[in-house]
C-alpha cells in the first residue's frame, strides 16, 4: 500500500470539478483508491463518494492506493490535485 497525506488550500474544498478530475485520475488505474477524512472513507473512483466526504479547507486528507499500480496511481492523483490548486 502506498500513501500521502495533503492539505486542502482551495477556498471552497474539494468541489465537482476537482472532484471529477480526481475520479476521472482514479479510474486509470487497477489499484484500490480510497481518501480518508476524520475516520471516513471514500472510494476515489466515484464521484458521488469523494464529494459526499465534504472536503473543505485546510482538511487533511489522506489518500491509499493497494494494487499492482499503487505507485503511479498516488503520482498521478497527487499531481490532479496540484493542478486543480487543491492542493
Known sequence: ?????V?????IGIHARPAARITNEAGKYRSDITVHLDGRVANAKSLINLMALGVKTNNKIEIQAKGLDEVNAIQGIEK?????KLI
Open 1 to 5: 500500500m502506498k500513501s500521502i497525506t
Open 7 to 11: 492539505k486542502i488550500v482551495d477556498p
Open 80 to 84: 490532479v490535485l496540484k493542478e486543480t
